[in-house]
């Protein structure tokens, strides 16, 4: 699966995301900001974005994603 189809699925998932993905064709990593996130719970968070490619995992298209979440403000600190 290629990185750009990972990305619009989860910003295509998760309306208002900035998604950044990384990875060698079959194990990928993804970082996901979103306002979204705002006052859930980890598990939660993980829950959404796995939610966007679902399909692609059980159908084993996309083998594994790691997966970090922030907020906007969350990812702006990291930042700076």
Same mark, same amino acid.
């Given at each position: 699966? $290629?990185?750009?189809? @990972?990305?619009?699925?989860? =910003?295509?998932?998760? /309306?208002?995301?900035?998604? +950044?993905?990384?990875?060698?064709?079959?194990?990928? $990593?993804?970082?996901? @900001?979103?306002?979204?996130? =705002?006052?859930?719970? /980890?598990?939660?968070?993980? +829950?959404?974005?796995?939610?966007?490619?679902?399909?692609?995992?059980?159908?084993?298209?996309?083998?594994?994603?790691?997966?970090?979440?922030?907020?906007?403000?969350?990812?702006?600190?990291?930042?700076?």
């Amino acid at each position: 699966m $290629e990185i750009d189809a @990972i990305v619009k699925l989860i =910003e295509t998932g998760l /309306p208002g995301c900035e998604a +950044r993905v990384s990875g060698d064709g079959r194990h990928f $990593e993804a970082v996901v @900001i979103s306002d979204e996130f =705002e006052g859930k719970s /980890p598990l939660q968070k993980q +829950r959404l974005v796995m939610a966007t490619v679902k399909p692609q995992l059980e159908s084993d298209e996309l083998h594994a994603l790691s997966i970090k979440t922030y907020t906007r403000e969350q990812w702006q600190a990291l930042q700076g």
